[in-house]
């Protein structure tokens, strides 16, 4: 009997052999017999089951994959490709793949990529054909997973092991952001805080989160508080990470009078940036105090006893009051009427009374005085304003601007509005008539429309409407003029002259003429613009910027201004003058009484200047009379309920002291004596004025 050992074979089936002798004799001689060689086929048995093992943990990263070498199998009675693994429990967040391609002749996907499959042999292990898939990743942070499996041969099975699986973070996540609406005071500062905005990372480990400004607020900064020179200073925001976001970055809102804005901020992990708009509500604080903005008086129209006190002739605004919350106090009442639609009889008037037309004028008895008056200060329950007079006109009566024109020989000029005008009426402009009283005695007037050419009446609205005009019939140079009376339908009239100068013919080879050279009064340190009033020249060919000064000789105690710049180049046109960009800057309050400017006149054309008809070549000189301070003249101001006598410097009066000077009530007042009326911000019940003695 053949009988093997112990021992395992292997899979494979293995070789033996026995020799044999067979002799009749105790001691065979081997050259007498032939030994016999048995051999013998030991078959493979598969009598044990397989093993498996986990060498160490797979590491993958989020979202990737990687090939599964931590798995080993062995059966001494098998092939690694008659060892399968087959999975008992899956993993939770990927997969297994396996990518070996298929046999051929069989159908099937050419390739098991991204594939899931729950059984594969060993040796695809050993050929590294199989791997894990790290798929569910969005919106997660995994950290690790497992799978469980065990090996068979076929007919044995082993134990079962875990294959354990550590997930590696990646930055794959956009950070978030939200943030709620800010709420601020206006003009305040508002910082963010964890409550407002929420900046977050999903990613494990967290990325680092760089915050800046995208889009700068409408109405207010975004700013920072940084450590300089030891202390913490504050800077406009550009950007920061978290740690120097929440707590030390903030909105700052202007002080304006709006109340909504908005802004934007970029949020960046370093890969994904995201923008964040955020809402900012400002509550408004009453730090604006009401302004008189227009007080032109009223005027009582003919056959009228009252007249409504429009917007249009009288507007207090308040940029954070509404207008029903100003109130103005009467602090003086009309003497030849009364004021309707008060408040209780009170004295008191608000904004949207006037806007509602409740407030009106009434006179009470017939007069032959022009105007009447009222004083009022108004108040928004924190800031008074000034008290101010609002006049009104009982009769009304023509205001003649009468400026004249210039024309060159025998040319036509328009006569403008600016020029000639008749104004303070209630009428309208086509029953203000002017009746020429004599003629111009060189040319004519004349209206456009009109078939003759002789005009002897003419209304403002031809003025308005520019259709008159005056035609120069001469042929020298010199003067004309016309006079007039212009009249209203109520019988009011003002007579007046309209001064025509007629200038030669312009030729390429005159120079500017000077028209206008008076003095500049200056009294304080404040820079005085110098006007056309002051200083005027005029070239019939050139227009006003291409009429040149030329400085020769710069003030001594002050300095000239252009565009509130000291005058660098030397030079400025009459546009600079007429455009009001031209002023004088006294340096000191000394005893200066005047200074001077020397300067000369060109057009780019020909030299010199015409002034007084006289052609000049030298320098003018400006002067510049410079009036010194000396004495106070005390004045009652009213603030916050209280009147205090302050003291403001008047034009060259002589010092003098308070024992100088006493308060003397004005006549008028309501309640029969100089007091505080507690009965609203800034009242009082008799206006006072502080006269020296």
């Known amino acids: 009997m053949y009988r093997t050992k112990e021992t395992e074979i292997g899979a494979h089936s293995q070789h033996d052999s026995m020799t044999w002798l067979v002799s009749d004799r105790a001691l065979p001689s081997a050259g007498l017999h032939q030994p016999r060689v048995v051999a013998v086929l030991v078959l493979s048995h598969n009598n044990r089951a397989p093993q498996v093992a986990v060498r160490g943990t797979l590491r993958v990263t989020e979202g990737g994959r990687v090939r599964v070498d931590t798995l080993a ?50 040796k695809d292990i050993l050929e590294g054909l199989v791997s894990y898939v790290q798929s569910q990743y969005i919106g997660t942070e995994p950290i690790a997973d497992n799978a469980t499996l065990y090996v068979s041969d076929g007919q044995f099975n082993s134990s079962e092991v875990t294959l354990e699986i550590e997930i590696q973070g990646t930055n794959d996540e956009a950070p978030a952001a939200e943030a709620q609406t800010l709420t601020v005071e206006e003009g305040s500062v508002v910082w963010f805080t964890q409550e407002y905005i929420r900046i977050n990372d999903s990613d494990l480990p967290p ?53 909504d804005d908005w802004f934007a901020l970029n949020v960046s992990d370093g890969l994904h940036t995201i923008s964040l708009e955020v809402s900012v509500s400002i509550s408004p604080i009453n730090d604006e105090p009401p302004f008189v903005v227009r007080n032109l008086g009223a005027v009582l129209p003919d056959g009228e006893d009252s007249v409504a006190i429009l917007s249009d002739n009288l507007l207090i605004e308040d940029k954070d009051s509404p207008a029903d919350e100003v109130e103005c106090f009467i602090t003086q009442f009309p003497v030849l009427g009364t004021i309707l639609g008060l408040r209780n009889d009170s004295g008191v008037f608000t904004q949207l009374d006037i806007e509602e037309n409740y407030v009106r004028y009434s006179a009470e008895n017939d007069t032959t005085n022009d105007n009447d008056e009222f004083s009022f200060i108004c108040s928004d329950g924190i800031h008074n304003t000034s008290e101010a007079v609002f006049q009104i006109k009982l009769r009304p009566q023509l205001s003649i601007v ?28 086509t029953s203000i008539v002017f009746s020429v009283t004599q003629s111009p005695h060189s040319g004519y007037l004349e209206l456009n429309f009109a078939p003759n ?23 020298e140079s ?53 006007t056309s009033k002051h200083l005027y ?30 005058l660098g180049s030397e030079t400025f046109t009459q546009d600079d003058i007429n455009q009001g960009r031209l002023a004088y800057q006294r340096l000191t309050s000394g005893t200066h009484p005047s200074d001077y400017f020397l300067f000369r006149i060109s057009n780019s054309r020909v030299p010199g200047f015409l002034f007084r008809g006289l052609r000049r070549m030298k320098p003018m000189k400006f002067e510049i009379l410079l009036v010194n301070v000396v004495g106070t003249i005390p004045v009652v101001m009213f603030y916050n309920m209280m009147a205090r006598c302050a003291t403001f410097r008047k034009r060259s009066m002589p010092q003098r002291t308070a024992s100088h000077s006493k308060c003397k009530t004005r006549k008028g007042g309501l309640w029969g ?21």
């Open 207 to 259: 990325d680092p989160i760089s915050i800046c400004a995208a889009d700068q607020p409408r109405h207010g900064s975004i700013i920072q508080f940084i450590k300089g020179n030891g202390e913490m200073i504050e800077v406009l925001f550009t950007s920061t990470n978290v740690e120097g976001f929440y707590g030390r970055v903030g909105y700052h809102h202007d002080g304006s009078e709006n109340f």
């Open 478 to 530: 010199g003067s004309d003029r016309f006079d007039f009376v212009a009249s209203l339908p109520s019988g009011s009239h003002a007579e007046g002259s309209f001064l025509i100068t007629v200038q030669p013919a312009a030729r390429p080879d005159m120079p500017p003429t000077l028209h206008v050279l008076l003095p500049l009064r200056v009294v304080s340190e404040t820079p005085k613009v110098l």
């Open 673 to 693: 004596h100089t007091g505080w009326n507690s009965g609203g911000p800034g009242l009082f019940q008799r206006s006072q004025t502080c006269l020296s003695a």
């Open 402 to 429: 009468s400026k004249g024109a210039v024309v060159q020989v025998g040319k036509k000029v328009l006569i403008e509005p600016s020029v000639l005008s008749a104004s303070d009426a209630p009428d309208p402009p």
């Open 537 to 566: 020249a005029r070239d019939v060919l050139s227009p006003p910027k291409n009429v040149t000064f030329e400085v020769l000789k710069k003030p001594e105690h002050g300095v000239l201004l252009l565009n509130s710049v000291q």
């Open 453 to 475: 050419p002789v005009v002897t009446n003419f209304t403002m609205a031809d003025v308005l409407l520019r259709r008159l005009s005056y035609k120069h019939t001469g042929e």
């Open 73 to 122: 199998a062995w059966d001494e009675d098998n092939d690694p490709q008659d060892l399968i693994f087959h999975v008992s429990k899956g993993p939770r967040i990927g997969f297994l793949e396996n990518v070996r391609p298929p046999q051929p002749g069989t159908f099937g996907p050419t390739t098991g990529l991204g594939k899931r499959v729950l059984a594969f042999s060993a």
